[in-house]
């Protein structure tokens, strides 16, 4: 099936099966490969991606069912600088192999993007469906609380 | 974990939709939010020809709020009951049990229908539905149907739809201010599948006794139960500790439920005797 939709700013097009899920098209398609993909079915939460500014699954969403929407992927949130998020996981070292990182990323900035007030256990509560084997969590929180005034001061990034 | 091939197709209204799970003989599948179909298909525990997606059926997506109560479609996500502050009013047990369904990013994309359709039995929203009475509306080839919730539920992820049927709308009946109620579930971990849970109400009559007890469970049988010999055990009597040790322990005798790699059952019954006192207590306070 032929679909169209934006990634990361772009109109693309691409030709997948049906079956072909949105993270796989997103790699293999579009060699996006930021978007990590370990469990796919849908309990690790690295797989996120931004889909018309809501965090999503893109393992539990076809690429089909995308057409004309607005996908943003960790590639599409930063350019060559980090942004306040970013480098506020690298302060707080909320990553060691970093493999969960792009999935945290694009989760807590939809929070931060439509709550950019959220309290700790507000976030606690929504980064709970993102696995990390690495890092112990606490750090991630932490690089998210201070993440917050970047958001408040420019609305959503 | 690759799903297996399939065609899709994205109809723009109900009656396209049904027509095309007419069309496959049973070997067609609505999928709405995807959040339990996708991972059934990477698994292939499901392998349908054909997948009808929802997501165009725009009338399905909205909660409506009358004297008769509330009417949630089934397109209805979790994360549109959460920002919908009318229901901390007209349904609180619905807002308290949803806030425990999954994560945030499932929640942005799980619906009523798909939920109810899906019909786990550790599953909140079908658990509201049959603790609270409701009635399902049910679109086929042969028309429109309205199903309650008691019959709708007929095993494990088993439900009375046929295949050409799409469930359009859950209608839980009005709720008056002044009504008791409690939800409780116990999980390892926020968000994911409760090992047991329980949601009940009740109202009060002038002398301050319970009428009309509704209990419910979730997780502790091979689908959503009513308690309804606990809900005997309040009907009738005033509130008091000793009523809630009787409703509680007729609560655990009256149910077994299968043990798993998560719980043993007699753990469940026992979880769910704690539940109800603690529920019952929070009702009451
Ligand atoms: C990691 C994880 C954790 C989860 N935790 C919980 C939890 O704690 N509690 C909980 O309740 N759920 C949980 N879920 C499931 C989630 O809530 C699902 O969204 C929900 O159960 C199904 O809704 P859906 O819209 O995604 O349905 P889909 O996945 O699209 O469909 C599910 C089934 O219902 C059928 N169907 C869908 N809509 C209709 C309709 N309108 N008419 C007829 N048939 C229909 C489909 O054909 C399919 O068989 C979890 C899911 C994941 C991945
Ligand atoms: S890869 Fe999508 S949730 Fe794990
Ligand atoms: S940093 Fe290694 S999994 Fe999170």
Partial sequence: ?157 | MKPPIFEYASPLTVAEAVSLLASRNGNAKVISGGQSLMPMLAFRLAAPELLVDLKHLKDLGAIRIGEDGVRLGARVRWCDIESDARLAVSHPLLAEAIKHVAHYQIRNRGTVGGSVAHADPSAEMPGIAMTCDAQMKIVGSAGTRIEAAADFFTGPLQTSLEQDEILTEVHLPAWPAARRWAFLEFARRKGDFAMAGVALYYDLDSGSRITDAHIGAIGVADRPIRLTEAEAVLNGNQMSDKLIAAASAKARQSIDPPSDIHAPGAYRAALVATLLGRGLKKSAA
């Fill in chain 1, 1 to 157: 099936m032929q679909i169209e939709f934006n990634l990361n700013g772009q109109a693309v097009s691409a030709d997948v099966e049906p079956r072909t899920t949105l993270a796989d098209c997103i790699r293999n398609d579009f060699g996006q490969t930021g978007t990590h993909l370990a469990c796919e079915h849908g309990v690790c939460g690295a797989c996120t991606v931004l889909v018309n500014g809501e965090a999503v699954r893109s393992c539990l969403l076809l690429a089909v069912q995308v057409q004309n929407d607005k996908v943003v992927t960790i590639e599409g949130l930063s350019g060559d600088e980090l942004t306040p998020l970013q480098a506020a996981f690298r302060k707080h070292h909320a990553l060691q192999c970093g493999f969960c990182t792009p999935g945290f990323i694009t989760t807590a900035h939809a929070l931060l993007s439509h709550e950019p007030d959220a309290d700790e256990d507000r976030i606690r509560d929504v980064l709970s469906g993102n696995l990390c084997r690495c890092s112990g969590y606490v750090p991630i929180v932490e690089a998210v609380l201070e993440a917050r005034s970047s958001y408040r001061d420019s609305g959503s990034k």
